[in-house]
């Protein structure tokens, strides 16, 4: 039964579509995965953004290798189907710029886009996801606060808003001026101290005419103290946000993030499990057959590319120092000899130095090495086939700085399990050697990346992690029923707990009242 009097609101930077370039990252696929699932159940749910015209960010390589960014240009069929709902005006910095309103539309679910018209300063400010001058960055999000507090006034009866959760701490400035006391919920999805952000008091003041006490306010503080209620979005992340924010410990909760099964499981799979009819024959033979699918997609990238007799190893995400890039280019390295490929995918942030040296050592070991292939371009349409075609995902992250984490979970109801480190909600998911494996510490203190500690753990954890990997070839290799067992157990167990319509009825058990999926 879905109540559907009233709505909710979802306020994010970015959300993922099927089309379109919306999305940075796991925020962005985590709330398309929302409003995709939101729209199939029948629940009333808005999720606003920002339009942006050029996107995130596309990679390419000079001659010698060197990682070039260039902008991503909206596709036509993602602008086709974005409709004009509306078109007003808002201040700021004491000019009014224009803005129109731009809706897509999936069952009771919508998305809206705020595209800034003019001045030609905000129009620059607004041009991509995540990437601006740093001056620029807190007037865009004024913006965006502005743009969507306008947007509820002219288009909703704010009493029939049941909910309006604000994602992550660049949203948490809407209170000061959209005023609905207890409907603010504030989900927090980062661990590390990037997800805390500040804007100066002075800005504040001029555009809210409120007068805050530090001369840089941190905006997770005032999303906190507007809500009523705040999310973490997995087991550990809830244990180390206590840690970090104690005076807001009577509000804070978890809600595990999920995924959208319909999304993210391969057809082919997703009959054969729901006929009940699965075995272990039947899941081997269909993995092959998606492991050769996967070859002649990755010819794309490497013609003479071979996946017949390998084990294929996926490390897919975000390329950033904490999600330890390093580790699979030693392994490849140090592996080299074996029958393994290692599948690389993602992208790093243009100013993220780090990042893109680890983009330059990838399409090097790309280009020299024959067991390794780098997916540059990695988006959504490329992830569904990266996390359902190989043999084993890897998960890295350091301890205590991933929030959660949804790549082993796509994965995984895919028939491909993980080995992971002890982080976000794969402590909650995983039960190491029976739907997955584990390796490392379970680290939820702070730490320094850079400290001697945390170079000791890393070697720690690569030790272990690289005799595990082997161990597990070892399994593929000379007992495949016991590594295929372990692989439709991951399908088994984590069908119905990374249900999206899992995680929507915990955030809205009032709202949606159906038997878990």
């Not at 039960?431 to 490392?440: A, H, P």
Request: charged share 25%; proline share 5%.
């Amino acid at each position: 039964m879905i109540d559907r009097d009233r709505y909710v609101v979802s306020v994010t930077p970015d959300i993922a579509l099927d089309f379109g370039y919306t999305y940075a990252g796991g925020l962005g696929v985590l709330e398309g995965d929302k409003l995709y699932a939101a729209g199939s159940l029948g629940l009333n749910y808005i999720t606003l953004s920002l339009f942006y015209r050029h996107g995130y960010v596309e990679w390419d390589f000079d001659e010698s290798g060197n990682p070039r960014p260039r902008p991503q240009e909206q596709p036509e069929d993602f602008l086709k189907n974005l409709k004009i709902e509306d078109k007003f005006t808002v201040s700021v910095r004491g000019e009014s710029v224009e803005v129109e309103a731009l809706t897509y539309r999936y069952g009771t679910a919508k998305a809206v886009f705020f595209n800034a018209v003019s001045p030609q300063w905000m129009v620059k400010a607004v041009d991509r996801i995540y990437i601006e001058e740093a001056d620029e960055r807190t007037y865009k999000y004024i913006f965006f606060s502005k743009a969507v507090a306008e947007f509820v006034r002219r288009s909703s009866s704010i009493e029939d808003i049941a909910y309006v959760d604000l994602q992550e701490a660049y949203t948490a400035i809407l209170p000061l001026q959209l005023k609905i006391p207890g409907r603010y919920r504030l989900v927090i999805h980062t661990a590390g101290i990037w997800g805390h952000p500040t804007f100066p008091r002075g800005v504040l003041e001029r555009e809210f005419n409120y007068k805050f006490i530090e001369k840089e306010v941190l905006l997770t503080e005032i999303g906190l103290a507007a809500s009523q209620q705040a999310f973490a979005v997995s087991a550990k992340h809830y244990d180390v946000l206590r840690r970090i924010f104690p005076h807001f410990n009577d509000k804070l909760a978890f809600v595990t993030n999920g995924v959208n099964v319909e999304r993210w499981m391969n057809p082919r799979i997703k009959s054969l499990f729901e006929s009940q009819r699965m075995r272990l024959s039947q899941l081997e033979e269909l993995k092959s057959k998606l492991v050769y699918d996967l070859e002649r997609f990755l010819q794309n990238y490497k013609k003479d590319i071979v996946l017949d007799g390998k084990f294929v190893v996926v490390w897919v995400r975000r390329i950033t120092e904490y999600k330890r890039p390093w580790m699979v280019a030693r392994l490849a390295k140090e592996l080299k000899d074996l029958p393994i490929v290692f599948v690389i995918g993602g992208k790093a942030h243009p100013q993220d130095p780090a990042g893109i040296e680890y983009m330059r050592t990838f399409r090097r070991m790309h280009v020299e090495m024959p067991n390794v292939v780098f997916v540059h371009d990695y988006d959504v349409a490329k992830a569904k086939i990266l996390l359902s075609s190989g043999h084993l995902l890897l998960f890295t992250p350091f301890s205590g700085l991933e929030a959660c984490g949804t790549s082993y979970m796509k994965s995984s109801i895919n028939g491909t399990p993980s080995l992971a480190s002890r982080d976000g909600g794969a402590l909650e998911l995983i039960v190491d050697g029976v739907n997955g494996w584990l390796f490392g510490e379970d680290i939820r203190e702070p730490l320094d990346l850079g400290s001697k500690e945390t170079q000791e753990i890393n070697e720690r954890e690569y030790a272990e992690l690289r005799e595990r990997l082997l161990k597990i070839y070892n399994i593929f290799r000379n007992e495949p029923e016991t590594f295929y067992d372990v692989s439709l157990s991951a399908i088994r167990s984590f069908v119905p707990r990374v249900s999206m319509v899992r995680v929507l009825r915990e955030y809205y058990p009032d709202l949606i009242k159906l038997p878990l999926v």
